[in-house]
């Protein structure tokens, strides 16, 4: 299939959007991405939060954080702070949060505070020296948001730095295998080649934004590099209690994945 044929599926939900190849430009690709946030990210295409790690996968159901009460969390995407606050509401001990978007850190500051819960927001793209402390974290995490990244392996690098030993990273994303098929006619239909990594441009609701889609092994090797052990993986969908076209895609093949890796 022509990796340029002009089709992806939405990050989150799973309509086709029109796609257009382009050149992998680490500053246009954060200009266009945190634009996109600044403006309608949020419209377009929700917050997605804890204690949902996506589409149908919970941190109520799998308990991959556990009790947080006095560890030490930083969010990679924070977005507008829901999930900083479900674990501040958990007796987190300090709350850190990175986003690319001034408009995302203003929510998450303002969420917070009025919780009554204290945060340190830094604005910069995930994969750059921001001035975050290193051997300090007991979690980093990133719940949808990970897969913006330009440099894969440099933020991995990144989150290892920022834990201490033995500390856990959490994170999901949009299930590969997920943006390659569409349901038609009750029927799984591919429309794109899973080894397809090239970056591309979408257009949603009059907002544009750019992704590359990974493989899983990509994420794998990336991780193994950085110095993490995998503990789990989840690409299971509970779609009991759904209904829809996008339920019925889930009940066949998963939608969202969520790795759970210690810092060796």
Not at 73 to 89: F, K, R
Not at 96 to 116: F, M, P, V, Y
Request: charged share 25%; glycine share 8%.
């Amino acid at each position: 299939m022509d990796k340029n044929s002009g089709f992806r599926t939405n990050v989150v939900g799973g309509s086709q959007v029109g796609a257009i190849a382009v050149d992998m430009d680490k500053s246009v690709i954060h200009k266009t991405n945190s634009l996109f946030w600044d403006t309608k990210g949020n419209d377009v295409l929700g917050a997605t939060a804890l204690p949902k790690y996506g589409a149908f996968v919970s941190e109520e159901k799998y308990q991959l954080f556990g009790d947080v009460s006095g560890k030490k969390m930083l969010e990679i995407g924070c977005g507008s702070g829901q999930s900083l606050q479900y674990l501040g509401d958990r007796k987190a001990s300090e709350l850190w949060g990175i986003d690319i978007s001034e408009n995302q850190i203003e929510k998450t500051r303002e969420l917070l505070t009025a919780s009554g819960l204290s945060v340190k927001l830094i604005c910069s793209p995930m994969e750059e020296k921001c001035g975050l402390p290193e051997d300090y974290f007991d979690f980093v995490y990133s719940i949808y948001a990970i897969g913006w990244t330009t440099d894969l392996e440099g933020t991995f690098c990144r989150v290892a730095s920022y834990l201490k030993k033995d500390g856990v990273f959490i994170f999901s994303w949009s299930h590969p295998i997920h943006k390659c098929v569409v349901l038609e006619n009750n029927m799984l239909v591919f429309k794109k080649c899973y080894f397809d990594e090239s970056w591309y441009s979408s257009s949603i609701s009059e907002s544009t934004l750019s992704l590359s889609d990974r493989t899983l092994s990509t994420y794998v090797n990336a991780l193994a590099k950085a110095g993490f052990a995998i503990e789990q993986m989840i690409e299971e969908s509970d779609t009991q209690d759904y209904d829809g076209d996008f339920a019925k895609k889930a009940k066949m093949l998963p939608v969202t994945f969520v790795f759970k890796a210690r810092k060796l």
